[in-house]
Structures are given as structure tokens and as C-alpha cells.
């Protein structure tokens, strides 16, 4: 299986900041990956997939970036609903796996 | 949209069936794939199902004992888990398939938590 593994577990930042979030993939994924973000007691919501493509009605501050096994997420101008976690989830290889997730809490 | 059926408490040993209903466009183009959440754990994908044919795929660990099916008529598709141990308590979620040949979700259930306690 590939192993998804997110940098740094926790993050805590300010509204305003501008902050980032690694994943990085076991074996070369190519651009197969995803982000998501879920707030507490939700179902995780998409914000990117093919690595860079913002999917339809997410704020232009997300940005993804990266290819074969490292890839970033990138929030700019952090805004307080941003406050969540972040998945990555890779869908090169069967079977899909998630990272384990960047919660990005107040500081 | 995916509305997913409400929170089950069962026994160990005992089966679950959670549904899904789709509505707002073609339930046969976009497979359905279940997720499930431990609680304060990660995302662990379990399988997915093609309401097109009724394919499956389900992740090993889980291939015996778990199932899932489809009802066009209702487009409505379910998860079944037998023989429940305290580790499957967990919130599960089912999510669409983007597009008919990628495997990321764009839409999800609200999830549905399932305890499983003597």
C-alpha cells in the first residue's frame, strides 16, 4: 500500500498567517492527489485534486502545489473558518489511502 | 446530495446496515465509495461500489465481512458490516466518486456513527 504521511500533525497559526502543510507518498504518485478539509463532527470536504486544480466554489487562498511524492497545501491569508483538519488522500495505486491529517488550530 | 441513514448502537458479533440515498443527478455514472472514521482517528477508505453494475471493491482487510450494494430503483446504496467488535465503532461516511474514472470524492454523507458496545 502507499503510505500518505502529513507534516506537521498540529499547526497552530493566526488568522491572517499564511500556512503550509506537507504530504508526502511512499512510492511516485504522479499528480494523483487530493485535499480535503473537515471541521469537526462533518463530513470532509474537497478542496483540490490533481495535486494543484481547485475544485469549484473553494476560495482562491487554498492552493496546491507538488508532484510525485511531495506535495504541499497551501492557505493564504488564513481566515477563522479555516480552523479544521487536512487530508491528503493519494488515488494513483489501489488501494487509496489517506495521510493521517494536519489539524490547524488557533494560536 | 448523499443523506445517510441515522446512528446504530450494536452488540459485538451483531451485523449493521447503513444506506445512503443519492439524489440531484445520475446515480448509475458515479461510483459510491464508504469511509469510516474512528473516533479522533483519521479516514480509512473500506471499498466502493458501481451503481452502474453493481461491481465492488473493498479494501482486503475488510473483504470478509463486509458488503455493499446498490438499489437503482431508489438509488440508494448500502453498507453492510457483520460481526462487529468494539473496533468498528467509528463514523461511517459515504462519498461520490468525482468522476466516473478518478477516485477522489467531491460529495459526501453526513456520516452516520455506528457503536458497537456490549
Known amino acids: 500500500d502507499i503510505q500518505m504521511t502529513q507534516s506537521p500533525s498540529t499547526l497552530s497559526a493566526s488568522v491572517g498567517d499564511r500556512v503550509t502543510i506537507t504530504c508526502r507518498a511512499s512510492?511516485?504518485?504522479?499528480?494523483?492527489l487530493a485535499w480535503y478539509q473537515q471541521k469537526a463532527g462533518k463530513a470532509p470536504k474537497l478542496l483540490i485534486y490533481?495535486?494543484?486544480t481547485l475544485e469549484s466554489g473553494v476560495p482562491s487562498r487554498f492552493s496546491g502545489s507538488g508532484s510525485v511524492t511531495e506535495f504541499t497545501l497551501t492557505i493564504t491569508n488564513l481566515q477563522p473558518e479555516d480552523f479544521a483538519t487536512y487530508y491528503c488522500?493519494?488515488?494513483?495505486?489501489?488501494?487509496?489511502?489517506f495521510g493521517q491529517g494536519t489539524k490547524v488550530d488557533i494560536k | 446530495q448523499l443523506m445517510q441513514s441515522g446512528p446504530e448502537v450494536k452488540k459485538p458479533g451483531a451485523s449493521v446496515k447503513v444506506s445512503c440515498k443519492a439524489s440531484?443527478?445520475?446515480?448509475?455514472?458515479?461510483?459510491i465509495a464508504w469511509v469510516r472514521q474512528a473516533p479522533g482517528q483519521g479516514l480509512e477508505w473500506m471499498g466502493w461500489?458501481?451503481?452502474?453494475?453493481?461491481?465492488?471493491n473493498y479494501l482486503p482487510k475488510f473483504q470478509d465481512r463486509v458488503a455493499m450494494t446498490t438499489d437503482t430503483a431508489t438509488t440508494t446504496v448500502y453498507l453492510e458490516v457483520a460481526s462487529l467488535t468494539s473496533d468498528d465503532t467509528a463514523v461511517y461516511f459515504c462519498?461520490?466518486?468525482?468522476?466516473?474514472?478518478?477516485?477522489?470524492?467531491?460529495?459526501w454523507g453526513q456520516g452516520t456513527l455506528v457503536t458497537v458496545s456490549s
Open positions: 462519498a461520490r466518486k468525482a468522476t466516473p474514472v478518478s477516485y477522489y470524492f467531491d460529495y
Open positions: 440531484g443527478y445520475s446515480f448509475t455514472i458515479y461510483g
Open positions: 461500489i458501481s451503481p452502474y453494475n453493481g461491481n465492488t
Open positions: 512510492q511516485r504518485i504522479g499528480d494523483s
Open positions: 490533481k495535486a494543484s
Open positions: 488522500q493519494q488515488y494513483n495505486g489501489y488501494p487509496w489511502t
